[in-house]
């Protein structure tokens, strides 16, 4: 479908999108996102809300696990920092939403950086415990520093607002969300055709040939950290503006392992992988959820069984999933991408 | 004989493991423009030698000098590998050590790192400068991927290429850090004739056009003898022999420690 695309600058050869297919696509998508909030009901916007929110999230974590291959379980206390940054800022502070957002994210990048430093001389499992205790030590904090937090108790935090409007309602965020969703895709997509990024994979795919080549190793797994954390605390700093409601529960390390899953679910270093990723984790639950529903109302008997067989579904399709495609979503996306390229010849 | 401007002195380099001598009070000069041949029998301590020059070991003992173009002298066993490469020495290793799941390309724009400015922010950002820096450098890398004949694979993931493409991948990215010194480890163990061939020629060519000082590890002692200006010896971590390959191939103390015996020398 797309032979005979030739390039005669270098510009041309190194866009993010090169072929008019890629570039029809990526319209397409952009086209359907901005009409999406006109035409779906609350419900489906409040999921499109938390789809955007999480694949921040996940692009943050994937910069981290899946470009520059260190594991971390730290994802929910980096989230928690991110959130309660946020809440601080503006219910104590009363400093604006839309700059205590940023904030936010950079107090997150610095405690990243901290939590980070292991990772200087720890690989693999040993740095995925080390980040395990990053974990329990926010999330202890957050629940005992109770004059900061609130503690075991709900933050409530203002709606946020620019010139008297209130933004949160699931239309108005809905533009907060995709807009900072498509920048940071767009960040990272420019961070990993350059120079920064490139170092980021080197050091995943061989550290000491990294070094060796002139990457300061200890100082770019540091930079991958807080680019990382910069993500993840803005994720967490914008669901704290959205629900405006903050619980400790929502950070706990089953965060962490909901976003793992979600980065390998999606592919591991790629953006569209975190965005499928994300999109796959929130939906499930939600048709599980919708299709548990519709069954008890035709077999009540089922009702006390219901909550137990969602959770083994969702387990089930989620070892489905990987047993078919281990390279994650975005891999089976490349196939079929690839499978037309041809098309309609077979090769 | 070319001119004799030692860039690089080893001097009294001690390295050890536990009780084991890896080295043993290593002393040699690697000169301006030269290939320089490092021979010896397995476990003689040749990689060991690189990896103390590349920063990769720290010896206990002894100095290893690097004389920049500018005439100032570094002390290499002080520094990190990433400073080491920064001052313009540049390495391939026995086992090759790609990126395995970057593309050709991007394992040689990894050869430019210590050449580019860009920041977190810029190369984020990808616009003007930085857009400029990496077009710049593309440039530069694709007279690499020019030289070493390998424009076929450039977007290639490198784990999916043939093990002899590989190690010219590998020596690419060495090259496009425009290095002083390169350091080669056995750049040609298991290829065939051909591919040995093709390997000698690019590093004549980069030592004849591109004015690179090459310090090599070869166990091929008819490449050795063929491309190399100097040899030197090790065995049990100490220099046996130095010297032109002419002499080092009739040395005593080499036959009998590398070669064995007298009567192999018939076969180089």
């Known amino acids: 479908m797309e032979c005979g695309v030739y390039f005669t600058t270098y510009k041309d050869d190194m866009a993010l999108r090169r072929k008019p297919l890629e570039k029809l696509r990526l319209a397409l998508f952009a086209a359907l996102v901005v009409i999406f909030p006109f035409i779906a009901s609350p419900y489906w916007l ?36 991110g959130a309660y940054g946020a809440g601080v800022l503006t219910a104590r502070l009363g400093i604006p939403f839309w700059l205590s957002i940023p904030i936010a994210a950079l107090i997150t990048a610095a405690v990243g950086v901290l939590f980070g430093l292991p990772s200087l001389r720890l690989k693999g499992l040993y740095l995925a415990i080390a980040t395990l ?7 202890w904090t957050v629940v005992h520093w109770t004059s900061l937090t609130g503690g075991v108790e709900a933050m409530v935090i203002p709606a946020p607002r620019i010139l008297n409007m209130r933004l949160n309602t699931d239309f108005r965020f809905y533009w907060i969300a995709v807009g900072m969703a498509a920048l940071t895709a767009l960040f990272t997509a420019n961070l990993f055709r350059s120079r920064v990024g490139r170092a980021f994979v080197a050091i995943r795919d061989q550290d000491i040939a990294a070094e060796v080549i002139g990457v300061n190793v200890y100082l770019y797994k540091l930079l991958a950290f807080g680019t990382s954390s910069f993500f993840v605390g803005l994720s967490g700093a914008l669901l704290a503006h959205y629900r405006t409601i903050i619980s400790w529960e929502r950070f706990t390390l089953e965060t962490s392992i909901v976003y793992l899953a979600m980065i390998i679910i999606g592919g591991l270093g790629s953006i569209q992988g975190s965005f499928f990723g994300a999109a796959f984790m929130t939906l499930l639950p939600a048709f599980i959820n919708t299709a548990g529903r519709a069954l008890q109302s035709t077999f009540p008997a089922i009702a006390t069984v219901l909550p137990a067989v969602q959770q083994s579904i969702f387990g089930a399709i989620i070892i489905f999933f990987l047993i078919v495609e281990p390279e994650g979503l975005a891999k089976l996306w490349r196939d079929i991408k690839n499978y037309f390229y041809v098309w309609p010849f077979s090769y | 004989m070319k001119r004799q401007i030692s860039r690089l002195q080893v001097r009294d380099v001690s390295l050890y493991f536990g009780g084991v001598t890896a080295l043993s009070e290593v002393t ?12 010896g029998p397995n476990g003689a301590g040749k990689t060991s030698l690189l990896n103390c020059i590349s920063g990769l070991y720290r010896p206990q003992q002894g100095h290893i000098t690097f004389v920049d173009n500018n005439g100032r002298h570094h002390e290499l066993t002080r520094l990190r590998p990433y400073q080491i490469a920064q001052l313009g020495i540049a390495r391939t290793f026995q086992n090759i050590e790609l990126f395995r799941h970057m593309t050709v390309l991007d394992n040689l724009m990894l050869g430019r790192h210590v050449h580019m400015k860009g920041n977190l922010l810029s190369c984020g950002l990808y616009w003007g400068r930085q857009q400029a820096e990496e077009i710049a450098h593309r440039e530069r890398v694709e007279e690499i991927i020019d030289f070493l004949e390998i424009e076929h694979i450039r977007r290639q993931v490198v784990s999916t290429l043939p093990y002899g493409l590989q190690k010219r991948v590998e020596l690419g990215r060495a090259l496009a850090l425009e290095p002083d010194i390169l350091l080669l480890d056995e750049p040609m163990a298991g290829m065939n004739v051909e591919e040995k061939e093709d390997m000698a020629r690019f590093i004549l060519d980069i030592n004849e056009e591109r004015g690179v000082t090459v310090v090599l590890i070869e166990h091929d002692m008819g490449v050795v003898m063929d491309i190399s200006d100097r040899v030197v010896a090790l065995d049990f971590g100490r220099v046996i022999a130095e010297g032109p390959p002419d002499e080092i191939r009739s040395n005593e103390l080499v036959i009998q420690a590398y070669l064995g015996d007298e009567s192999l020398m018939a076969f180089v």
């Open chain 1, 46 to 81: 409040n999921l499109a809300n938390q789809i955007a929110l999480a694949t921040i999230g996940a692009i943050g974590l994937n910069i981290l696990v899946g470009y520059t291959g260190q594991i971390s379980l730290g994802q929910g206390a980096f989230m928690a920092v």
């Open chain 1, 133 to 139: 205790a990053a974990q329990e030590i926010v999330e």
């Open chain 2, 28 to 39: 040699l000069d690697v000169y301006e423009g030269e290939i320089l041949a490092i021979i």
